[in-house]
């Protein structure tokens, strides 16, 4: 692996002011992958957008790990719903521009 797409857990832990025991939680619960050299634990420059939404999460809303699994878990399940909801409407959609309307004819009692 290329040491450019590689950062520090130290590095990255004093940028985003966490500690490195939140990513080694983070790694044992399979959220983010710790890569270990001879120099030390790096984390793939990849994965940061992730541990943003993590750090918030976290940090910011008070989420435990537990949480974070939870969210990770529905977030995919979520989009795809929301997905097939879409494509649903505009299957409905198509069927009601495509259906012939029915005529009425007001004077035919007349």
């Known amino acids: 692996m290329n040491n450019e797409n590689l950062i520090s857990i130290q590095e990255f832990c004093q940028i985003y002011e966490v500690e490195i025991?939140?990513?080694?939680?983070l790694s044992e619960s399979g959220l983010i992958e710790i890569?270990?050299?001879d120099q030390g634990s790096f984390i793939?420059?990849?994965?940061?957008?992730?541990l943003?939404?993590?750090i918030v999460f976290h940090k910011d809303l008070d989420i435990n790990l537990a949480g974070i699994e939870v969210i990770q878990y529905l977030l995919p399940k979520m989009e795809?719903?929301?997905?097939e909801i879409r494509e649903l409407k505009s299957i409905i959609q198509f069927y009601k521009n495509w259906a012939p309307r029915p005529h009425i004819d007001w004077n035919e009692n007349e």
């Open 21 to 25: 025991i939140f990513l080694d939680q």
């Open 35 to 37: 890569v270990q050299f």
């Open 44 to 50: 793939i420059r990849d994965q940061i957008p992730e």
């Open 52 to 54: 943003e939404k993590y």
């Open 80 to 83: 795809a719903q929301e997905k």
